[in-house]
């Protein structure tokens, strides 16, 4: 049980950490916010846009974990959905590697319709894939000795952890990105923001195929 | 790709004006009658180098015919936008159309005196692709490089609209038509935009029947050339306003939005009122209830002259019509300057308030009667036309040549390229500078100006100059 609760820490710090992660990344939509209170000279619009933002990230996370969530009243297959998701997952980062091009359709959206924009660029990226060993990994201990559990009960378990993972997430990336914003926007200035903007497209797309693998691992190991 | 974004893209116009000043310029070199290729042609912009203000490299094409006219770059500080979330390209390429040929070659210019061709594109792709002809001004836009086209399909560019297409910005693919309901729209020439608001402004110049081989005088007394500019709804892309600017205004030309994204105006020149031969310069901004509105906020006057030294297209009128051909905004928005072509006038307005433009310096080289003589003692062939600004604001470059065959027929006695540049004052005024003068090679004119890093008719910012 003590190893248990060790690992469930471990994950939802993983969550944590993957959500100041997604935040960072300008690719997310901090310098969203950072345009938004310049464009309209006021800081309420920062504040504004930082919430739609995180609005958008939320809902592509819930649309990815959701159906997982669904999946695992299957509890027999358990172990291969793990295995499945975490395959996925390194194919979307595989695929990201390879297709390097930036998806054109997110300049289309327009910019005062800013959770579209988040909820499409989090899709584009795989942000929500890059959660799902995580959540599995959390429902599998959570469900322990499912066997015994009642299919109805598993189910309403895991849709309850995938809200909560998909709002620490959230949590965990506004509070990044925000930061960011509120100080290049108060302190550092635009001069910064062409600074401490990095491509972190090879990095984005590894961390999909290391979370993938420790997934498949996990799912293996009997995690 | 970069790790970093290329240090030549600023957040904003304020930034940009701040950044290290050109090294380099690159101008456009365009055999007037297709005898010689074209060329783009560096120039030393460094006052420290030994071959200052001299042609330092050309790239020379290999075909004949192309009359090159506008360029631009293939990534601009518009990377910088936060929605695209990527900005690590490079600027590092000018798209440079023919709008003669349709045939558009990709210059490498990464490093300046090592330029060379990097792909052409033929004409007939253009065609098949678009059904667009004589590609023409360039910008670089939210899904990539935006061209406009001044002709439509067909063997004369008069089957369908002429209007813009798009092309990938890294790999240099003609994607497509840009518009999805084009409205009124029938003629095209100049477009900008406002990335942040999500607007684009276009103007009319006029079908390639009317001035490839020529103004065609019926038809601007008639008043058949372009006299409207229309507003899009960028993303959407679609035409949401017309402005008619009254048909005898003709050839509504440059459109100079504000550089600031906060701000809702912009210019746009007029070549010229058939009523009384002024040129125009019109203010147009966004009201109150989102509507378009534009006036007129400055008018240049026609200068009375001896029909014997008038070109055959003039005689008739016993005076030299301003001929507003470029106009260029500096990046604080502070100055307009507006080329007089026909005079032989290089004007720069005080436009703080862009209803009320004030004229602020003046320089005078060149002109269909005047022929000033430029500082140095040297002739200046035909007027002060394409102009560009450093992004500091503080030199104003200019080339001579308006397009090959209207230049033969206002100024049928001159012939020559040259580039020149003047000093901008503490507060105003505009001086030329005695020093630098470049004299094109033989039979090759000059047009375009593209600065190094960017200028001031190239960026477009997505933040406020705050």
């Not at chain 1, 091009?101 to 327009?110: G, T």
């Not at chain 1, 599998?140 to 849709?159: E, P």
């Not at chain 2, 970069?2 to 290290?20: E, G, I, S, V, W």
């Not at chain 2, 990539?144 to 369908?160: C, H, N, P, Q, R």
Request: hydrophobic share 45%; proline share 6%; glycine share 10%.
């Amino acid at each position: 049980m003590a190893e248990d609760v060790i690992s469930v820490t471990a994950l939802w710090w993983a969550v944590i950490f993957s959500g100041l992660y997604h935040g960072i990344n300008p690719g997310m939509g901090w310098p969203l916010a950072v345009s938004a209170a310049l464009m309209e000279r006021k800081h309420t619009a920062m504040a504004k846009a930082i919430a739609a933002l995180a609005f958008g990230h939320f809902l592509a996370m819930t649309a990815i974990l959701l159906p997982f969530s669904l999946m695992l009243f299957l509890v027999e297959w358990a172990r291969d959905i793990r295995i499945g998701a975490g395959l996925l997952v390194i194919a979307m980062g595989i695929y990201l590697l390879v297709n390097r091009r930036h998806p054109k359709f997110l300049a289309r959206v327009h910019p005062s319709r800013l959770a579209l924009w988040s909820f499409l660029a989090a899709m584009a990226h795989g942000a929500g894939l890059m959660l799902v060993p995580i959540f599995l990994g959390i429902c599998s201990i959570d469900n322990g000795d499912a066997g015994h559990q009642a299919v109805q009960t598993l189910m309403s378990g895991n849709i309850v952890t995938a809200f909560a993972v998909a709002t620490v997430h959230t949590l965990a990336m506004t509070a990044a990105g925000g930061l960011i914003a509120v100080i290049i926007y108060l302190w550092l200035g635009l001069k910064f923001l062409s600074k401490t903007w990095f491509n972190l497209d090879i990095v984005w797309a590894l961390s999909l195929v290391l979370v993938g693998l420790l997934g498949v691992i996990a799912a293996y190991a009997g995690y | 790709m970069n790790l970093r974004p290329d240090p030549t893209f600023h957040a904003t116009a304020k930034l940009a004006m701040q950044a290290p000043v050109e090294n380099y310029g690159f101008t456009v070199m365009l055999s007037p009658d297709g005898t010689q290729s074209d060329g783009i042609a560096v120039v030393d912009l460094n006052p420290k180098s030994k071959t200052y203000g001299e042609i330092v490299h050309q790239v020379i094409v290999p075909n004949i015919g192309d009359e090159f006219h506008h360029f631009g770059w293939n990534a601009c500080s518009s990377s910088l936008s936060p929605l695209t979330g990527h900005a690590f390209l490079e600027r590092r390429y000018l798209i440079v159309p023919g709008i003669r040929s349709s045939r558009i070659y990709i210059i490498d210019v990464k490093d300046p005196l090592k330029a060379k061709i990097h792909k052409t594109i033929e004409p007939e792709e253009l065609f098949a692709k678009t059904g667009y002809s004589r590609p023409h001004t360039i910008h670089c836009g939210p899904e990539g490089i935006y061209v406009s086209t001044l002709g439509g399909g067909g063997e004369d560019g008069t089957d369908g609209p002429p209007g813009i297409f798009i092309m990938d910005c890294e790999t240099f693919e003609i994607i497509g038509q840009y518009e999805m309901d084009r409205g009124p729209q029938d003629k095209h020439y100049d477009f900008w935009w406002n990335l942040p608001q999500d607007y684009m402004v276009s103007s009319e110049w006029g079908l390639p029947p009317q001035f490839e081989g020529g103004i065609v005088a019926e038809d601007l007394l008639s008043n058949k050339y372009g006299h409207s500019i229309h507003f899009w709804d960028l993303r959407a892309r679609k035409n949401i306003q017309t402005i008619d600017l009254g048909e005898n205004h003709q050839m509504a030309l440059e459109i100079r939005p504000a550089h600031d994204p906060t701000k809702s105006y912009g210019f746009c020149g007029v070549v010229v009122d058939t009523t009384n031969l002024q040129g125009a310069i019109f203010t147009w901004w966004r009201d109150d209830d989102g509507k378009w509105q534009a006036k007129k906020t400055i008018t240049i006057d026609p200068v009375p002259a001896d029909p014997e030294d008038l070109p055959d297209l003039l005689k008739g009128f016993s005076a030299v019509p301003p001929l507003v051909t470029d106009i260029d905004l500096s990046l604080d928005d502070k100055y307009l300057y507006v080329a007089c072509w026909g005079l032989g006038e290089m004007h720069q307005y005080d436009v703080s308030d862009p209803m009320n433009p004030k004229l602020a310096g003046k320089v005078e080289l060149g002109g269909i009667v005047a022929h000033h003589k430029h500082p140095n003692g040297k002739d200046f062939a035909f007027g002060p036309q394409m102009v560009e600004i450093s992004r500091d604001g503080k030199r104003v470059y200019w080339t001579n040549s308006l397009y090959s065959t209207w230049d033969d027929q206002f100024y049928p006695n001159d012939e020559g390229g040259q580039m020149v540049m003047a000093n901008v004052g503490e507060n105003g005024g505009l001086t030329l500078d005695k020093n630098f003068y470049v004299d094109f090679p033989k039979g090759l004119r000059a047009h375009q100006i593209r600065l190094e890093g960017g200028d001031c008719s190239t960026d477009s910012f997505c933040y406020p100059s705050v």
